[in-house]
């Protein structure tokens, strides 16, 4: 019983030690590079610049949404549209 309570131990430690290892050779060979942070629609927006083509963008989706919406003949549960 102690033989294979030993031998699970054993895996187990060499195991964390392993992964550990590969953990900080990934960090050290391929470093994590920060992603290109965009502006969101709503920093555009919010910024008193209205622009032309973002608005344009909006408002054709909105209008998209709502046509397909009321073409499935469905109820809304939308009080608004």
């Known amino acids: 019983m102690f033989l294979g309570m030993g031998t699970v131990f ?3 430690t060499l ?8 953990s900080s050779l990934i960090q050290k060979y391929l470093p994590e590079t920060s992603p290109e942070v965009l502006p969101t629609a709503t ?3 919010s910024s008193g610049k209205n622009n032309p083509a973002l608005l344009a963008v ?3 989706a909105i209008h998209a949404h709502r046509s397909s919406n009321r073409s499935n003949n469905r109820p809304s549960k939308n009080k608004l549209t």
Do not use: D, R
Request: aromatic fraction near 18%.
């Open 15 to 22: 195991l964390v030690f392993v992964t550990s290892f590969m």
């Open 43 to 45: 920093a555009l927006l």
């Open 58 to 60: 909006i408002s054709a």
């Open 10 to 12: 054993v895996f187990l």
